[in-house]
């Protein structure tokens, strides 16, 4: 069974157990070729051959809250490959916050680069490896979003913190309610080492596999609803409460020993890239 937790304004959660099928269709719904995107006992299969990818987004948005997704990635040679599993607001100006999976050749390790926009600005990339195959079993990918940072979390171990530092001029995504969106599709251009190794098409259909959806997060109905005014107000939920304004201790290790071991890039310190570095950079 696919599993959601969806948070009501009363603060009442919500455990919907469903078939797959049903689940998908009722919450989710494809953004393109649908017929690339199936479902397989309890389980929703994204495909990508030379001819397309495939998408797929929420029906509702969410404004704070925690969204959490069990994914199992591309087996075998997935170079030039691109699973992205994102939140994003419409527009322009809009608000994003990503999880993208960069394929690699067989034996090689795959790179999770996140990254983060506000109101349209985006450049703001880490890229870490990972302590585990993620292509062998599912492993649970976390937004964490409140009031007072992002924190982007691994099978509960935060790998990277995005804090609010409005203070020092620091745009911090907090009045755009964002979709969940997911999708697959081939980014060869980029993706593995810098677009030098291309995707191999003798080896598609590739499939990536989402299992189940945990989302606690503070729902707007699409076109309806005012998402500040609903789940802007600090304090009203449980994500502001004064144990989730920083890390605790626990935390503060795992992140540290995930920054030690696993960071491959950060924009932070990308001085060829920047003649000033952004100014969440500077301490």
């Known amino acids: 069974m696919l599993r959601i937790f969806l948070l009501s304004f009363s603060y009442l959660a919500m455990f919907l157990n469903v078939m797959a099928s049903a689940y998908f269709s009722e919450l989710f719904e494809p953004i393109w070729a649908p017929d690339h995107?199936?479902?397989?006992?309890?389980?929703?299969r994204l495909n990508l051959d030379s001819a397309t990818g495939c998408g797929f987004m929420s029906k509702n948005k969410y404004l704070f809250g925690k969204i959490s997704a069990q994914i199992k990635l591309v087996q075998g040679d997935s170079a030039g490959t691109v699973t992205a599993y994102y939140l994003t607001a419409d527009g322009p100006n809009h608000d994003e916050l990503d999880f993208e999976f960069l394929g690699n050749v067989s034996g090689e390790p795959y790179l999770v680069q996140t990254n983060l926009f506000v109101n349209g600005t985006g450049d703001r990339e880490q890229r870490h490896s990972l302590w585990f195959d993620p292509t062998t079993d599912f492993h649970n990918y976390t937004f964490f979003w409140n009031h007072h940072f992002i924190i982007f979390q691994v099978d509960q171990v935060p790998i990277r913190v995005f804090e609010k530092k409005e203070e020092m001029g620091v745009q911090f995504p907090k009045a755009q309610a964002m979709g969940i969106h997911g999708s697959l599709w081939n980014g060869d251009d980029w993706a593995t080492e810098g677009g030098r190794v291309k995707t191999n098409w003798s080896h598609s259909p590739f499939v990536v596999t989402f299992g189940?959806?945990?989302?606690?997060?503070?729902?707007?109905?699409s076109g309806i609803d005012d998402a500040v005014a609903k789940c802007g107000k600090?304090?009203?939920?449980?994500?502001?409460?004064?144990?989730?304004?920083?890390?605790?201790?626990?935390q503060r290790r795992q992140l540290k020993m995930v920054q030690d071991k696993y960071l491959v890039y950060d924009y932070c310190k990308d001085t060829a890239r920047f003649t000033q570095m952004p100014r969440e950079c500077q301490n």
């Open 234 to 250: 600090p304090g009203k939920f449980w994500w502001d409460k004064s144990s989730n304004k920083k890390l605790d201790k626990n």
């Open 212 to 221: 189940s959806f945990e989302v606690d997060a503070c729902a707007v109905s």
């Open 37 to 44: 995107i199936t479902t397989q006992g309890d389980h929703v």
